[in-house]
């Protein structure tokens, strides 16, 4: 069965921070669904301007982490800021944290595990302005193109995505392996 990847976005993501994982993970394989508290299309945001539109697959209201194998949260500073303040949103970065399942989250999105208290004692990575942040909620920050602890995945910036993306890659074909033994 192929394993599904929530991508939990809003208005003002990072374009390239949705965009590139979305399709190396969709090109390894993987079923993306774009979930937002908006319906219809949320737009990115690139160099400074509003980008392109990205269709939303799956209103937030209706999903559900039991239905997928893992969480991307992409960056940008406004997405971030904007379903830190969404409790269902919340509510869902820790139902991925108590299943276990992979959470990939870059640049500012680490805000939205900060928010879900899931941070304490873990290392993790960001953009440089939201270290502080980390380093106050108990994460052990380093600065490196990507840091995995546990089943948490970080990285700083759009230079990253393709070891953040490899990264969660590894992580799931883990999971698979996992349970293909489990099934035999």
Sequence with gaps: MTQRIMILSTNGFEQSELEEPKRRLEE???ETVVVSPESGEIRGFSSGKWGDAVTV???LEEAKA???DALVLPGGQINPDILRMNEKAIALVRDFDAAGKPIAAICH????????GIVEGMTVTSWPSVRTDLRNAGGNVVDKEVAVDGNLITSRNPDD???FTDALIAQLREMADAGEMADA
């Design 161 to 163: 995505i393709p070891a």
């Design 57 to 59: 697959d799956l209103a």
């Design 109 to 116: 999105a680490p805000w939205l595990l900060i928010e879900a």
């Design 66 to 68: 039991a239905d997928f």
């Design 28 to 30: 390894a394989g993987y």
